[in-house]
């Protein structure tokens, strides 16, 4: 099946620093997307990324999906105790599921 | 409230025991999509349905199966129960069958056995 790697799989940051993680596939992604799951939560979707060298932002969140659609990342601005969590990417190259990368879990010290 | 609902959400049973969980999509979606997270792991895949129909299989033991219904619930049944099938269970859904625009993902049942 597809493989999915994020790096790093652990982060801790100080409140106010920044944060990325990654996402590499050995293979083309078709589309790639993005989800938050919180301690004790369900995954939320955040965003879906499909042409090559994409650029989106939500805010203090920025995305992007590499130019040989290989690898996507996801940077937050000025982190805030709320970012805790897990951020996974996901290759959506299948017609019919996801494949969750690893996930990055992120903590936030005040 | 994320539309997709699942229940129970907490499951205990013994080994060997047989357990059903079982979703409710949120309203519209045709796809279904059964995931397993283990402590501290991933979401692993497991199988998907869309409309009635299974369209997809993951890393799905033969001990699992699912159905999704005409009103498009859908259950997971797991039998012969293992200590290593403790974990928590999501159900997502979605409009478009290749999920594009994102899943929607149930609160997830918690199935620990003992």
């Known amino acids: 099946g597809q493989q999915v790697m994020q790096i790093p799989q652990y982060q801790h940051v100080q409140e106010g620093e920044d944060f990325t993680t990654y996402c590499n596939s050995s293979t083309t992604l078709s589309n790639i997307q993005w989800y938050k799951q919180r301690p004790g939560g369900h995954p939320v979707f955040l965003i879906q990324?499909?042409?090559?060298?994409e650029v989106k932002k939500q805010k203090r969140l920025t995305f992007q999906f590499g130019e040989a659609k290989k690898n996507s990342s996801l940077h937050i601005t000025a982190t805030q105790t709320t970012d805790v969590g897990t951020y996974f990417c996901?290759?959506?190259?299948?017609?019919?599921?996801?494949?969750f990368g690893t996930g990055t879990r992120l903590t936030v010290i005040p | 409230d994320s539309g997709v609902t699942q229940t129970p959400k907490h499951l205990i049973t013994a080994t060997g025991q047989r357990v059903t969980l079982r979703c409710s999509p949120r309203?519209?979606?045709?796809?279904v999509y059964w995931y397993q997270q283990s402590l501290d792991q991933g979401l692993q895949f497991l199988i998907q349905?869309?409309?009635?129909?299974?369209?997809a299989k993951g890393n799905i033991l033969e001990r699992f199966s699912a159905q999704q219904f005409p009103d498009l619930h859908s259950e997971l049944n797991l039998s012969s129960l293992e200590l290593g099938d403790s974990a928590l269970y999501f159900c997502?859904?979605?409009?478009?069958?290749?999920?594009?625009?994102?899943?929607?993902f149930g609160s997830g049942t918690r199935l620990t056995v003992v």
């Open positions: 990324l499909v042409k090559s060298g």
């Open positions: 349905y869309y409309n009635g129909e299974e369209r």
């Open positions: 309203s519209g979606d045709l796809s």
């Open positions: 997502a859904s979605s409009l478009p069958p290749g999920g594009e625009g994102g899943y929607t």
């Open positions: 996901a290759d959506g190259t299948g017609a019919n599921n996801l494949f």
